[in-house]
């Protein structure tokens, strides 16, 4: 798949998120949308990971382009805004997924598979943004994960900058499940739980499981807490 995103920190980062998922190859990254239109010519990427916000050319033309030059190439946006003047002129360009940048691990490498699989991947937001446009009655809920949302919500409530999805992997640890059975129970790739459980460890300064455990038990993130 290629990357393009203008931010280099950003773009390297995703670069290697997006290595590190599994079965998946970034054969490219580009800083703008005409990069990303050039390369992906060249290159011939399944799926394409594009930002919207891009100088020279933006992600929206990028993705009319791409649909028009490669048909058989997936658009998957994954920007900072969910607004309905991102969401709705990204999707009618052709892009087949949307997402935020606050996604885990587990939802891009879900939404990278589909949309190269010839479905749809749509953050829950932009999913009830689009019922809301469709049904005026509707309205997108308060609480709705979205890029302010998910920031100061249940994230904002878990010690040392945790994940949800990382307190879920935490969790299971403490309940005494194996690598395997963690990716059994979450349907997720070894490397992606290798992933989140080195990142665990880096936040909360263990060094095995056992101080994974204890301290999950510390901070009330066991199952017998939520039981």
């Not at 280099?8 to 773009?11: A, K, L, M, S």
């Not at 028009?68 to 997936?74: F, N, S």
């Not at 263990?206 to 994974?212: E, G, I, N, P, W």
């Given at each position: 798949?290629?990357v393009?995103?203008?931010q280099?920190?950003?773009?390297d980062?995703?670069v290697?998120?997006?290595g590190m998922l599994?079965?998946?190859?970034?054969?490219?990254a580009?800083?703008?949308?005409?990069d990303?239109?050039?390369?992906?010519?060249?290159?011939?990427?399944?799926?394409?990971?594009m930002?919207?916000?891009?100088p020279?050319?933006?992600g929206?033309?990028?993705?009319?382009?791409?649909r028009?030059?490669?048909?058989?190439?997936?658009v998957l946006?994954?920007?900072?805004y969910?607004?309905?003047d991102s969401?709705?002129p990204?999707?009618?360009?052709?892009?087949?997924?949307?997402?935020?940048?606050?996604a885990?691990?587990?939802?891009?490498?879900?939404?990278?598979?589909?949309?190269?699989?010839?479905?749809?991947?749509l953050?829950?937001?932009?999913?009830?943004?689009?019922?809301?446009?469709?049904?005026p009655?509707?309205?997108?809920p308060?609480?709705?994960?979205?890029?302010?949302?998910?920031?100061?919500?249940t994230a904002?409530q878990?010690p040392?900058?945790l994940?949800?999805?990382?307190?879920?992997?935490?969790t299971l640890?403490a309940?005494?499940l194996?690598?395997?059975?963690?990716?059994?129970?979450?349907?997720?790739?070894?490397?992606?739980?290798k992933?989140h459980?080195n990142?665990?460890f880096?936040?909360?300064g263990?060094?095995?499981?056992?101080?994974?455990v204890?301290?999950a038990?510390?901070?009330?993130?066991?199952?017998?807490?939520?039981?």
């Open positions: 798949m290629l393009a995103d203008d280099r920190v950003v773009r980062g995703l290697l998120l997006v599994d079965g998946i190859e970034v054969v490219g580009a800083r703008n949308g005409t990303a239109v050039e390369l992906a010519e060249r290159l011939r990427p399944d799926v394409v990971l930002d919207l916000d891009m020279v050319l933006g929206v033309a990028a993705t009319e382009l791409l028009e030059r490669l048909p058989d190439t997936a946006v994954l920007t900072t969910a607004d309905d969401v709705f990204a999707l009618r360009a052709g892009a087949r997924g949307y997402l935020t940048k606050d885990d691990d587990d939802q891009v490498e879900a939404a990278i598979h589909n949309v190269h699989g010839g479905r749809t991947w953050d829950p937001v932009v999913q009830a943004r689009l019922v809301a446009a469709i049904q009655d509707a309205r997108v308060a609480n709705s994960p979205s890029q302010q949302g998910r920031s100061q919500g904002a878990l040392d900058g994940t949800p999805r990382e307190a879920e992997v935490l640890i309940d005494g194996s690598n395997a059975q963690i990716c059994a129970r979450l349907v997720v790739s070894q490397a992606t739980v992933t459980i990142r665990i880096t936040k909360i263990a060094t095995d499981r056992a101080q994974a204890r301290y038990y510390r901070n009330d993130l066991t199952t017998e807490r939520s039981t």
